[in-house]
């Protein structure tokens, strides 16, 4: 969709392919990273209504990052029409590879 969107009008929207749909956006980010970390806990705790409120709240909290977003791009797009850089992308990365290890260990 972002590439259609970009070859019928003929702008650029990384900040929306970045922040929104990879979620690298400052509010989406962390509260996505909490969602999950209760939600994994919950589930090696064997506490399933624990992990799907974890889930739901995570979600909303997506939303929220997305809408929060969403505004802010409407009341200054030239400030926020870029994507995020690749620096934070690989810090992301190493973040989310250091989780997976760390949830290889703990099983």
Do not use: E, K
Request: with cysteine; net charge positive; charged share 10%.
């Amino acid at each position: 969709m972002v590439y259609r969107f970009r070859r019928i009008n003929g702008v650029r929207v990384d900040g929306l392919s970045s922040q929104i749909v990879l979620g690298t956006g400052g509010t989406s980010t962390p509260i996505y990273l909490a969602g999950f970390g209760a939600a994994t806990w919950a589930a090696f705790d064997s506490r399933w209504w624990l992990g799907a409120a974890a889930a739901v709240a995570a979600g909303v909290g997506y939303a929220f990052g997305t809408l929060r977003w969403w505004h802010a791009y409407r009341h200054d797009p030239a400030a926020h029409a870029g994507g995020v850089s690749p620096r934070m992308l690989a810090a992301l990365a190493a973040l989310a590879c250091l989780g997976f290890v760390a949830l290889l260990l703990a099983g």
